[in-house]
């Protein structure tokens, strides 16, 4: 079986073929960085635009790289959301014209489903798994009890994780996108910054909340006023281990959590574009090595929007027997537990 994947639900226009037995024939991604940069953050408009102008070149390119055609795909998967909905509607559309011309099945992805199915394309993670998603746009812990079957623990009362990074390296100068840059600026630090809060660490709920050390990192720049690099490299330090701890402690709480209705818990896995970060795949290596569970962390191309992953998600839902229909409608919110309360990063956009 063979699925091609197409993803444009933020600033990444991609497409990817996907193989039943985890090989990846495909995987292409068209970053759009220098269209976003001057604007420190992503534009939905220009996003958009950029979408439309490159997504069929690349399904052209992937298909000729994986040296097949039209005819011996099985179906095409798309990310039907959540996200930016300008993209999500040229990827849905796309993925809609390409299964009828073709006479293919077509499946409706929740871009979410793709990051918490990341780690059974690449490591084969039997469920159920708790899964820490961590992105730009999200910020949550789920067990993952099976496809279509996410129980929520905890998302973020206000930002991301991966939005207060760039919030973050806005404030310090650094750049966009935020995360790589506080990471590469945080490892000139001297002397890291030591006295930013750890937010909701301690707190018996799991949720998260980074809009606090956000402002604590305002007040902090403030106080110190012209930075130089050493100043920048300490900040940038201090702001990523307040970050990282604050993850870290609202996981090994989630463990002992999804413990008690999941004894067979098999691993822990992170996904999401900040999974890329090395200090949070390290600490978090060391949380799951304590907690007795295997720790599961995507090749770094895997963690950032792809569509290898939503490949692998269609996959997984059509040999269950599952396709969306053609009049299916883009969605900009779409959280993976229906049941959970709606909070910002589980699946809502702000």
């Not at 439309?52 to 790289?65: F, I, P, S």
């Not at 930013?196 to 720049?221: D, I, Y």
């Not at 978090?284 to 998600?313: K, S």
Request: aromatic share 4%.
């Amino acid at each position: 079986m063979i699925v091609l994947g197409i993803e444009s639900s933020c600033d990444e226009t991609a497409a990817a073929l996907v193989t039943e037995d985890r090989r990846i024939l495909a995987d292409l991604v068209a970053a759009q960085l220098e269209d976003h940069r001057p604007y420190g953050g992503v534009v939905p408009e220009v996003a958009a635009r950029a979408h439309l102008d490159r997504l069929d070149k690349l399904v052209g390119q992937a298909m000729r790289e994986a040296g097949i055609g039209f005819g011996e795909i099985d179906a095409v998967a798309a990310t039907g959301g959540p996200g930016l909905i300008g993209g999500v509607i040229v990827g849905v559309m796309t993925g809609k014209a390409i299964a009828l011309v073709h006479g293919k099945p077509f499946v409706a992805v929740n871009h979410l489903e793709g990051h918490a199915l990341t780690a059974r394309l690449t490591d084969d993670t039997p469920f159920p798994y708790l899964l820490l998603l961590v992105s730009g746009g999200h910020c949550q812990l789920l067990v993952v009890e099976g496809v279509g079957r996410y129980r929520r623990l905890g998302s973020t009362i206000d930002d991301a994780a991966g939005e207060a990074f760039d919030k973050a390296a806005k404030l310090l100068g650094l750049g966009y996108p935020g995360g790589p840059m506080i990471e590469r600026a945080a490892r000139a630090a001297t002397s890291p910054v030591m006295d930013l809060p750890r937010p909701m660490k301690g707190r018996a709920e799991l949720n998260f909340s980074f809009s606090g050390l956000k402002t604590a990192l305002r007040h902090k720049v403030e106080e110190l006023g012209v930075l130089d690099d050493v100043k920048r490299a300490n900040l940038a330090a201090g702001f990523q281990m307040a970050v990282v701890e604050s993850l870290i402690d609202r996981t090994r709480r989630a463990i002992a959590a999804a413990r008690e209705s999941h004894p067979a818990l098999s691993a822990l896995v992170v996904a999401g574009g900040v999974a890329a970060n090395t200090a949070l795949r390290l600490e978090l290596e060391n949380c799951a090595r304590h907690a007795g569970l295997d720790f599961v962390a995507p090749p770094l191309r895997l963690c950032t929007d792809n569509a290898a992953m939503i490949a692998w998600a269609g996959l997984e839902r059509f040999r269950l027997g599952e396709q969306s229909p053609l009049d299916f409608a883009p969605r900009p919110r779409w959280p993976l537990d229906e049941d959970a309360p709606r909070l910002i990063g589980a699946g809502v956009k702000a």
